[in-house]
């Protein structure tokens, strides 16, 4: 089992960037593919980015590419997510989210370990 907690949230205003870490619990972090996902107010849990095991291979919401930036640190227990030229609808709340099975899936149900979220307000 593996614990997460995600920091690194706040209000900021549109155009500016923030860091966003995920700290896990345990001993074999990097035997898990790690996701961020964000839920807005009155909206369903979206898909932001996930990464391998090893931090190789990354991959993105469509409508994201380009603006947040998914990375890890196996030997800190730690995945990040950058995101720079922030708009008001990237205001919600993050979360990340492990996957044991490794397949760094887009879809929440494929996470095993969730963390209790951070909220990022972007004011315009």
């Known amino acids: 089992q593996v614990q997460l907690v995600e920091s690194g949230g706040g209000l900021v205003q549109a155009g500016d960037s923030l860091r966003l870490s995920c700290a896990a619990s345990?001993?074999?972090?990097?035997?898990?593919?790690m996701g961020w996902f964000r839920q807005a107010p009155g909206k369903e849990r979206e898909f932001v980015a996930a990464i391998s095991r090893s931090g190789l291979s990354t991959h993105y919401a469509d409508s994201l590419k380009g603006r947040f930036t998914i990375s890890r640190d196996n030997t800190k227990n730690t995945v990040y997510l950058q995101m720079n030229s922030l708009k008001p609808e990237d205001t919600a709340v993050y979360y990340c989210?492990?996957?044991?099975w490794g397949t760094g899936s887009a879809i929440a149900l494929d996470y095993n370990y969730w963390g209790q979220g951070t909220q990022v307000t972007v004011s315009s």
């Open positions: 989210a492990a996957d044991k």
């Open positions: 345990g001993r074999t972090f990097c035997s898990y593919a």
